[in-house]
């Protein structure tokens, strides 16, 4: 990486840096920092926490720890992350006591008191640091890398991952979705910001400032939701393409060579990507929200627009597949003529294996094979979508966020997304969910009480 | 009062009534509300609380419900609140279990989830519906009317002051100072902006537009904490004055006629004037982190200011002094001749039935008298302002807040506002309270641990 | 008037002064001015019509110049000006070589190179002063507030109406229509712009903040046209109400206390006041496009809109009724019964003498003698407005105006301005011009080629 | 190219086309457009042109005459260019009565009038139609466009130049520096802004994003002149390095890998790079403005900085040694010895003929032939730079550009350009033009009088 590019890189935290510096000299008349010694750690965050609000010597304070994080390498941070979760926990006998007393409460009053007090207890001190560093320019930024350094560590650390219950919970409060913006994203957006898009975008790579172009043409849109203290720096953002009838390959929605169509003549919005961008916001409940809203939005703009969906992968499909326990699952609902099929092509007398194996090859370049795999890998996918669940829940992430979202599937698309990518994951296949507003609320509440699977007729002949 | 105005007094409410009528449209096709009648209020509540992220029939719902609060007299509001305090609080039940299952937790792990546990089921779900109103346009306007409504029913009543936690909870993280900015008010802001000023100014009245205007002079500045959701409408500001030398008369500073000083000219920032515009945002803490942000922000922009502080009044000094009580004071306090001056001017052999009867005239136009009342009333007013506590606070609420803050005694000014309310709360005293950012934290600790209310040489020479 | 209003009122002179010894302090390193004495005067100003484009010194040089004029009393002024206007006027022989090149050229070539010779010649050397003048931050309102001071000299002096001429030509084409922008002023607009439209309102005075924001309410409108450099300042405005039906009287317009109409409702845009800002724009056509560019602009937001009418006085009324020339027309006019009557009433043996002498009463307060006196003065209204020419123009200005612009006469209305004003200049009578998009160009051209006057049936009544 | 890729590069007359089709639908109620004949194009024209000021019916004929010039090809503009030169030219018989009344006067009021009239003689009824034009939504760019078309046709065709002639005295004007405004470009800047800087980028190609992003790191800046009613459009664009010492190589200077410097740590500011966007403002003095307002902009923001300078080609070197007249030259500038040298070194035994021959190789890459070649060329560089002009001025351009804008020739730099390009056109040499705001205007005024070319002692040197 060229000298240049690395200063782009480290853009973020050399930026804070600075802004800290330059506040730290106007509070102090001297750039000079004290530097932190680790055993005198705990003493500087009581220092911070005590701090009156606002005042000026305490915001140099927290300026100085802030700089002091910037510069700790992972050892140093985890040690950071323990200080915290174990000198600035709430404080377990409070907590007991507090309890006590609303076990003992017997008149409203006291009830009230002791609930209020119970709360107060279970709030730790360290909140209180957290609050003082967002005060900071740039504050919130830093909170948001912080979380995002600390989560690594929260599996099987009890004690951190409460401190990450801290974090979070202060995050969603100041993350609301009622406090963030819908903003649409343009050709005429700043650079910055698409590069941002560029290097968050999970779902489809953007692999070029042209393609990034022709996902922002006339027939094209992106909106994201923003921060108002993070200008630049889109949250969660999804792309949509304007078109006719339900798209149901991706090769062709992205090909920069098709003709655009006129917004005002197109009747469907595809929804074919949605990339959140910031680690230290994740468990945050934005992804629902951004859809809805944008569904809203161009509903509202566009009166040609009937149906909303999305064009998505099936990203668990061929690792349950790739299962032996799916042996009888193939067994069980493949036709007998269909499987001797299988067999057949795959030289292989068990229909699983010979399956596997066949799609371990590039059979989607071999029309015939093609051919012959279609009805089988479409059963299966149907079967593994609608019906395969876990803790009543649909075994595929994708599956499960749109179904919580109200959304229902549509259709079932035979080689949609033959990138090797789409290939090794899904077979080639995606799923369109439909978000019809007026069925939104029903969807949900069947599949969140019943883990009920809502389908159209299209999708459903494919199962058995 | 005329039709127009009428209009204008009604503004707030008008708006989000037309905003959310606009948004209902956009949903549903049509205007057309549901009535809610009051036996299904819990029902519909219930309905919202549960609906999916985003809904947008969910939305429509609770703008249905925002609308019937609209049109809601003081009775059913009331009846509205009482419903979300009893149905919507949280489970008892829930609570207990949580806490029995913390007391009994022996590992960490089990430790962390109980006490996780505990705080969720003390979140009410009330707090869902707040999250789905602030959803809607101008939410967060209406929500901060809400809890101003509230607030008179919490008195007495423990189970709406817990249904007003909740909301002042939410509300004081959306209005986080960190996610709040300090903005400059000129004479180049909105004409409705300044009209909130007028409106607002709780400590001397605006007079007039030319008052308003005077008041943002070249030599004066005002600024406040506005909020990127609610973008005309400051939620607390401060008006300063830049000065030389510490100003301690309120009407040479208010003087429309005084030369401007050229701004960096001045040596001193006053702080005359600092109000909340929100009874609905009212205990969040905001004034505290106002006063030290303008301090750094004046500080960082023009070199030549040295000082900062307030010209505030001693509002519970008159009170404190008519307390019959006092007459001890005043004999410990003031030499025999003085009292006996005080006797002879009144014609009243008791000294503080005297003063307090001279205090009921004209007093400070007669020359003579008011010379003679100086040194007694000065004595007092120090031995009120420093020495006088309530639970180891200063008594005077201003004191309190100032000393809270940080802040130190500068000097008690004489015949400092002669207004009929200056002369009617404090004698004409005011007081100049200093804000060091180098001693802050040294102040804020001394009162907060033992109610020691630092003071200026000056000042302390008022003292027996 | 107070100091601090006297502040105000120099505001653009200071304000400018300010900006410019900053500039100079960056572009010498200090702020001292040379003082320039008048017999250097002509060579000062050679020397910055001379410097490169866009070099400092001359900035500095040109900077020192507008200072001192901004110093200058009107005499020292004067002098400035008639320096211009001698020793920086384009070279007589010049033009006239160039004149003779012309007359002599025979091929094209020729012809075309002469002529662009004759124009280059015919552009006298200060209009580069003026330019360099431009460069300066602010130049654009000091060149404006310039001509303000120079057009009371340009009577009788053919030099400095041709200096004027110069100035002129240049500010037209930077303050072209189409380099405008027309902005909507509401009560969001800063305090400063409203306060400059009360100071700039010329037609119906706005007397109040209170009567600025009565007119910008729900059903009103008020727009202006705006240029980039100069953005908080409307080169012109105009003031609308939105009404159901032609609106006949001025003062039920502007009554505070009237029920605000929803807009969507109205379907009449009366234009009652349209107002110029600077005197140094004077003669730059503005006006002509600004209603009909706000006609486009309301009709385009509001489909209810069928009608776009002004309300305007007819100023030159009674200054034209007041000439005994008039006995005649009045005789030729009337029924020999109103002759009669008005004799009666004004116990006077000629009716015009009779009629003129009731005007100085409080005639309109009297019913009876109002009812007399309709017929009377709605015909000789009628006569002044629609018959009454100059040039073939319009006599009265107001009318002459809208008849340019392509409007027709569309009503007279009885009592619709009983103000002082009202009375003295129209008695009371005030007038509909109505512009129909359909028809400006028409009724433009029939105006402009035979001075004919577009009336509606309704106006035709009260012709004899 | 893709049609996506089309209607990108379409973007500006769709663009424009577009916006023309939604005004004509308001003012018409319908997007209907008439067809323009060709053999009434002139009426058209005249139609508009005598349209009342803000006329909808007008404005709706320009648009229809602007669509009908958007659809025309080549030949079809030329005529339309041909019928404004040849119909709505001056009217010679006026300008020719105007030259006699104005001869004629003897009294100064007769001879402001005649002069006045003359000057209104000379301005062609076609600039009224170009007035029109630009009242248009997008108006003012597609005049832009209109003279870029125009320009070509210009060349020997007398009545083509004058109709150029006015359309650029009006385009002057409204682009006056004094209306532009210097705009920093970052990359924060619209992506689609800084698409056109690279497609325009005239000097050094800007070959990818990556190089974009690089010329506008934290040591680079970027500015360009703006017009309000072009806000994504820059006029002219300079590009700029913060180095320390005076930059000789543009290859180092451009060199994505080197470590970025503090701009607090730079003397020097690099101007590397100017470019024109706009074919259509050709002629219209921008670029001797922007250098020397950059220079005062980073002046006044980074006090380190002493020296503004660029690195320049010298384009016409290498055509102009070419030429056999340069024989001479040579001999008389260069020793006998290097003559010599240059024999052997070519071997052939002229020594020009010998140069040019070494030239045509790959010669730089050759070190021993580089260190040869070195005295020669930079003797031949300074001596075609300094000493050789045409009409007095310097004959390259680039020089004259600079002298004529008041810098001097600071140094002469050897292999500073080893791009293809930068060998072929200036044998790699590039040149250092300094900018002391102290010296422009002696500079400017020595060139401008003398012809006089301003060097450093160290430029000097090369001279024999």
């Not at 320019?137 to 995002?148: E, H, V």
């Not at 790739?322 to 067994?331: G, I, K, R």
């Not at 094979?369 to 593994?384: D, F, G, I, T, V």
């Not at 109200?406 to 990138?419: H, M, Q, V």
């Amino acid at each position: 990486m060229s000298a240049r590019k690395q200063e782009s890189a480290d853009t973020s935290h050399h930026y804070t840096a600075k802004l800290w510096r330059q506040t730290l000299a106007a509070l102090r008349g001297r750039e000079r920092l004290a530097v932190i010694r680790s055993e005198r750690l705990t003493q500087r965050i009581a220092g911070i926490i005590s701090a009156p609000d606002g005042d000026p010597a305490g915001k140099a304070r927290a300026i100085e720890l802030g700089m002091a994080y910037l510069e700790m390498d992972d050892a140093a941070k985890l040690q950071f992350f323990r200080t915290l979760a174990k000198e600035f926990d709430a404080d377990p006998a409070a907590v007991e006591a507090a309890g006590r007393r609303l076990t003992a409460a017997t008149e409203p009053e006291e009830r009230v008191a002791a609930e209020l007090e119970l709360r107060q207890a279970l709030l730790p001190p360290r909140v209180e640091l957290f609050r003082q560093l967002n005060l900071l320019p740039d504050g919130f930024r830093f909170l948001i890398n912080m979380r995002a350094d600390l989560l690594p560590h929260t599996r099987g650390d009890a004690s951190l991952r409460k401190l990450d219950e801290d974090l979070k919970t202060l995050l969603a409060s100041w993350f609301d979705v009622g406090l963030l913006n819908l903003v649409e994203i343009t050709w005429d957006s700043p650079a910055s910001l698409l590069e941002k898009l560029m290097e968050y975008e999970a779902v489809h790579e953007i692999r070029s400032w042209d393609d990034m172009k022709h996902r922002l043409y006339s027939d094209r849109r992106c909106f994201g939701f923003f921060h108002s203290k993070l200008p630049n720096t889109p949250l969660i953002f999804v792309e949509v393409a304007l078109v006719n009838g339900m798209a149901g390959n991706i090769q062709k929605l992205l090909d920069p060579s098709a003709l655009p169509l006129r917004p005002e003549d197109a009747d469907t919005a595809i929804f074919y990507s949605i990339s959140n961008t910031q680690k230290g916001l994740s468990g945050i409940r934005l992804g629902n929200f951004l859809i809805k809203t944008v569904v809203e939005k161009l509903g509202g703009e566009l009166n040609s627009l009937k149906n909303f969906a999305t064009l998505s992968p099936a990203p668990g499909f061929m690792n349950w597949l790739a299962d032996p326990a799916q042996s009888q699952t193939l067994t069980g609902i493949l036709s007998e003529k269909e499987c001797t099929s299988l067999m057949d092509l795959a030289n292989n007398n068990r229909a699983h294996e010979g399956l596997l194996a066949l799609l371990r090859t590039r059979w989607h370049e071999d029309r015939k094979l093609a051919r012959a795999l279609k009805e089988p890998l479409m059963k299966l996918c149907a079967e593994y979508i609608i019906r395969t669940k876990r803790n009543g829940h649909a075994l595929d992430p994708v599956t499960h966020f749109h179904m919580t979202n109200g959304a229902r599937l549509e259709r079932i698309n035979w080689l949609a997304d033959t990138s090797p990518n789409g290939m090794r994951q899904s077979a080639g296949i995606m799923l369109n969910y439909k978000y019809d507003p007026a069925s939104i609320a029903a969807n949900h509440a069947k599949y969140a009480t019943r883990g009920y699977i809502g389908t159209s007729r299209e999708a459903r002949q494919w199962l058995a």
